[in-house]
C-alpha cells in the first residue's frame, strides 16, 4: 500500500490540479479501474455502520418477538465472504433484563473480534481486523420491538504496515434505531442509522473518513417454530473522504458513494443442540458516487454480492 500511496501523493502534488484522490487510482502511472474497486470494497467493509444491521439472536428475541427474561451468554463464528475480502469474527455477547419503563426490556453488550484476508489488484494481506464494542438495547411493547444500537469502532487492524489495509485506521461511531412489528407469523420493519468516521495520519497525510448514513426497511415470515426467511432493503449514503497533506495548502478528497442494497436472509434454530444458523446476501442493486468538493471517479462503481453465514450458540 505504502508504494501506491507514496506515488499517487507525488503525483497529485506535483500536477496541482487533481480534486479526486484514491490511492489505487494510479498503478505506475497507469489508471487501474480494478484495483480502484477493490479499495473501495475495503474502505466500505468491517465499518462501524455496516455491523449494526445484525438482528438480535433468537436466543434474545424470540421468533414472535419476545425478550428473554433470564440474562443470555452467546459465542457466535461467522464468516463474510465477497470477490476480494474474507473476514471471519467471533462476537461474544452477554444480555441482561432491565427494569427501567415497566415493558420487558434487555441490555445485550458484545465484543467482535475479526480475523480477515484481502486483495486489491493481486496484492493481498491478511490478519487481525478492527476490533469492535456493542450496546444493543431492546424494548417490548404489545405489537412492537425497539432495538437501539450503539457500535464502536476501533482501529485495531494494521494500515500502515501492511500490503493492503486491514481496517479503517480510524476508531468510528455508529447509532443504529430498528422497529419491529410483529402480526402473527409475519412482521415489519425499518430503522435508520448514523456513523461518524473518525481520521488517522499515514505519511505525513491526515486522512479522514466521511461519515455515513443509512435507511433500511423490509420484513420477515416465520415458516415454522424453527425456520425465518426475510428480506431488506438497505441504502447507504457515504460521505467523501478528506486527505490533508503536510506542506499542500489544500486538501484533497476522494469521492464517496450511495449504495442501495437487497438482503435476503434465513435463519433456522438447530433445538438438538440449542443452536441458530443464520445465513445472508447482500446484492447490490444501484449505486453511485457521492462528491460534492471533489469530482467522481473516471469509472463506475462495481460492487460484488457478499456471502454471511454464521452459527451462534448460547452458554
Known sequence: MKKHLLFVLTFLLVAGSAHAFDPYYYTEGEYNEEAGNDLNAITTTGTAIESIQTPPSTSIVTMDGQISETPVKAITVEAMISDNIQTYNIPISYGFPLSLTGNKELLDLKVVI?????????????????????????????????????????????????????????????????????????????????????????????????????????????????????GLLVYKSRDEDKYEIAGNPSPLYSPGINTLDLIPSFTYLWKTYNAEFNASLSIPVWDEWNSDKGTDYAYDPDRSVKFNIGVSKPF
Open 114 to 230: 475479526p480475523w480477515t484476508s484481502r486483495e486489491i489488484d493481486g496484492v493481498d494481506d491478511s490478519g487481525l481486523g478492527d476490533i469492535s464494542l456493542a450496546a444493543n438495547y431492546l424494548i417490548r411493547f404489545p405489537q412492537f420491538l425497539l432495538d437501539s444500537k450503539l457500535n464502536i469502532k476501533f482501529p485495531t487492524g494494521e494500515v500502515e504496515d501492511a500490503d493492503v489495509p486491514l481496517g479503517t485506521g480510524s476508531t468510528d461511531v455508529a447509532l443504529y434505531f430498528n422497529g419491529t412489528w410483529y402480526f402473527d407469523r409475519f412482521s415489519i420493519k425499518g430503522g435508520v442509522g448514523y456513523a461518524y468516521n473518525g481520521d488517522y495520519d499515514i505519511m505525513q497525510t491526515d486522512i479522514t473518513h466521511g461519515d455515513e448514513y443509512l435507511v433500511a426497511a423490509g420484513g420477515d415470515y416465520n415458516i415454522s417454530e424453527t425456520m425465518r426467511a426475510g
